[in-house]
């Protein structure tokens, strides 16, 4: 059974950086594109990142140069980092395995001063 579990969320301040993990179950990780999304209150949910099952990456436009995704494929686990926050970064983070389609249930960043 998939299930993909989302961490380290929190509170920080503009300019800041947070780390997030998402851990996953059963075998299908290392061979799913993976994407981390998210949602502000009032927005519909967006993509951040995504990056396929060799590596290969892509940004939106306002995280790029800022944020960067990874996988560990041995681990089961995606990465983002993210730097240089800023306060419309503010917004549940969501992990997303493609094949089969599953959401994790989604971490909170805040960005405020």
């Known amino acids: 059974q998939v299930q993909l579990v989302e961490s380290g969320g929190g509170l920080v301040q503009p300019g800041g950086s947070l780390r997030l993990s998402c851990v996953a179950s059963?075998?299908?990780?290392?061979?799913?594109?993976m994407h981390w999304y998210r949602q502000a209150p009032g927005k519909q949910r967006e993509l951040v990142a995504g990056?396929?099952?060799?590596?290969?990456?892509n940004y939106a436009d306002s995280v790029k140069g800022r944020f960067t995704i990874s996988r560990d494929n041995a681990k089961k686990t995606l990465y983002l980092q993210m730097d240089s926050l800023k306060s419309e970064d503010t917004a549940v983070y969501y992990c997303?395995?493609?094949?089969?389609?599953?959401w994790g249930q989604g971490t909170q960043v805040t960005v405020s001063s």
């Open positions: 997303h395995q493609s094949h089969p389609s599953f």
């Open positions: 059963g075998s299908f990780f290392v061979i799913s594109d």
């Open positions: 990056i396929t099952r060799i590596g290969s990456t």
